[in-house]
């Protein structure tokens, strides 16, 4: 499992570097972030959150049962909307008020 950061998209502002439990996010010399090893991500989606240019994909393989969906998170205000996309262009959105992702 892995993300995929997508240049054209990133601003450079860092948030999602900032997060990075592992440490796995570099600005490169474009200002651009970039990921050292994406082996190493465990998929904790911290930096997914953090991004507000819809940079950044994270791959569901199918040994977690994403068959190659990518999951994307944008954020409008205290509602984060979830999006998978399936191979086959299927879209799932799932919105989630972070001021009661605890009441669960
Ligand atoms: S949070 Fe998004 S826009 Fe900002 S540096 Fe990371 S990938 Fe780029
Ligand atoms: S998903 Fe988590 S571990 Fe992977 S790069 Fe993003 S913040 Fe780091």
Do not use: H
């Not at 474009?30 to 090893?37: A, D, L, Y």
């Not at 944008?74 to 979830?82: F, K």
């Amino acid at each position: 499992m892995s993300i995929r950061i997508d240049r054209e998209f990133c601003a450079g502002c860092g948030r999602c570097r900032e997060v990075c439990p592992g440490n796995l996010l570099y600005a490169a010399e474009s200002g651009k972030t970039e990921i050292r090893n994406p082996k190493d991500c465990w998929g904790c989606t911290s930096c997914l959150k953090e991004c507000n240019f819809n940079a950044i994909q994270y791959y569901l393989g199918a040994d977690m049962g994403g068959r190659g969906s990518r999951l994307s998170i944008r954020r409008e205000g205290n509602v984060l909307n979830w999006t998978a996309v399936r191979p086959d262009g299927q879209k799932t959105v799932i919105s989630v008020d972070k001021k009661q992702a605890n009441a669960y």
